[in-house]
């Protein structure tokens, strides 16, 4: 099993910026690939980028430069650094591992609000 615990999410002004954290443990299973993805109310769950076990960083197209991935693996957490944030981006954002078992885990999502 993969545990995921997604925080940091927040209300915040247009332009701010925010760091999201996912807290993630796993002993018996072996994760090959991270990744962060968004979704608001009525959308689809949109990609925002992945980060494998050898910290390859792959960025989606429609973000324009405004997201970091990054991880600390000796305190087994991944990051997402959102700059210069914009209303759209209000969502909830979620935590993926996905693992040698062929299984993906999700965590249970944390809120950005960004105030108009």
């Known amino acids: 099993q993969v545990y995921l615990v997604e925080s940091g999410g927040a209300m915040v002004q247009p332009g701010g910026s925010l760091r999201l954290s996912c807290a993630y443990s796993g002993n018996t299973v072996t994760i090959y690939n991270m990744a962060w993805h968004r979704q608001a109310p009525g959308t689809q769950r949109e990609l925002i980028g992945s980060?494998?076990?050898?910290?390859?960083?792959t960025y989606a197209g429609s973000e324009k430069g405004r997201f970091t991935i990054s991880r600390d693996a000796a305190k087994n957490t991944l990051f997402l650094q959102i700059d210069n944030l914009k209303p759209e981006d209000t969502a909830v954002y979620y935590c993926?591992?996905?693992?040698?078992?062929?299984?993906?885990?999700w965590g249970r999502g944390t809120q950005v609000t960004v105030s108009s």
């Open positions: 993926r591992a996905d693992t040698t078992t062929q299984t993906t885990y």
């Open positions: 980060i494998t076990h050898l910290d390859r960083i």
